[in-house]
């Protein structure tokens, strides 16, 4: 008994066009972040601190190792210091 398949051309036509298909949306959706991330550079405002400025800090509880940081606030107030 032969082990081989032997696909029809429309179901080898519907499978290429589905591949092209998702690569034309792979490119459609790279190109819209490409877009999304220079809109975003151009709004961006830097942020200059001085000595002796007070900051607000958010700290990701990811950051850390979760076992000693469970009940760790997130957010905490600092000096600035550079």
């Not at 429309?10 to 991330?37: G, P, R, T, W």
């Not at 200059?48 to 400025?53: K, S």
């Not at 007070?54 to 550079?82: A, D, G, N, T």
Request: with cysteine.
């Amino acid at each position: 008994m032969a082990n081989y398949y032997r696909a029809s051309e429309c179901a080898s036509a519907f499978a290429s066009y589905v591949h092209e298909l998702h690569k034309e949306i792979s490119d459609m959706i790279i190109q819209s972040n490409v877009n999304y991330k220079l809109h975003t550079d151009v709004r961006k405002r830097l942020k200059t601190f001085n000595f002796g400025d007070f900051v607000m800090v958010q700290i990701r509880p990811e950051q850390f190792p979760p076992e000693p940081l469970k009940s760790y606030m997130l957010v905490v107030l600092i000096h600035f210091k550079s």
